[in-house]
């Protein structure tokens, strides 16, 4: 079945650095378009990152050259490198898969951001 299961989050004090991974399988996860979400207390669900093809990317403007999204289709995994994190970059990361009417979701990892 389609698993996507995110790893790497954990507590970071401001400005500091963490590299979030999300392992797929059950799917043909080259096809796929790979995106991070995330989800801060009290906020809703938004797009902070997306990779279509090798190297083609999007950002949120508010992680726009601190944040990184790469992906390795021959170890179907996407990454995200968050560098300069911020506290107001605490909240739960999802990993997501889509391709026309499949989407796919991982259980979240939760970052925090504090000193």
């Known amino acids: 079945q389609v698993q996507l299961v995110e790893s790497g989050g954990g507590l970071v004090q401001p400005g500091g650095s963490l590299r979030l991974s999300c392992a797929a399988s059950?799917?043909?996860?080259?096809?796929?378009?790979m995106s991070w979400y995330r989800q801060g207390p009290g906020k809703e669900r938004e797009l902070v990152a997306r990779?279509?093809?090798?190297?083609?990317?999007n950002y949120a403007d508010s992680v726009k050259g601190r944040f990184t999204i790469s992906r390795d289709n021959a170890r179907n995994t996407v990454y995200l490198q968050m560098n300069s994190l911020k506290p107001e970059d605490t909240a739960v990361y999802y990993c997501?898969?889509?391709?026309?009417?499949?989407?796919?979701w991982g259980q979240g990892t939760q970052v925090t951001v504090s000193s």
């Open positions: 997501n898969a889509a391709m026309g009417r499949y989407d796919y």
């Open positions: 059950g799917f043909t996860f080259s096809v796929y378009r």
């Open positions: 990779i279509i093809g090798p190297d083609i990317t």
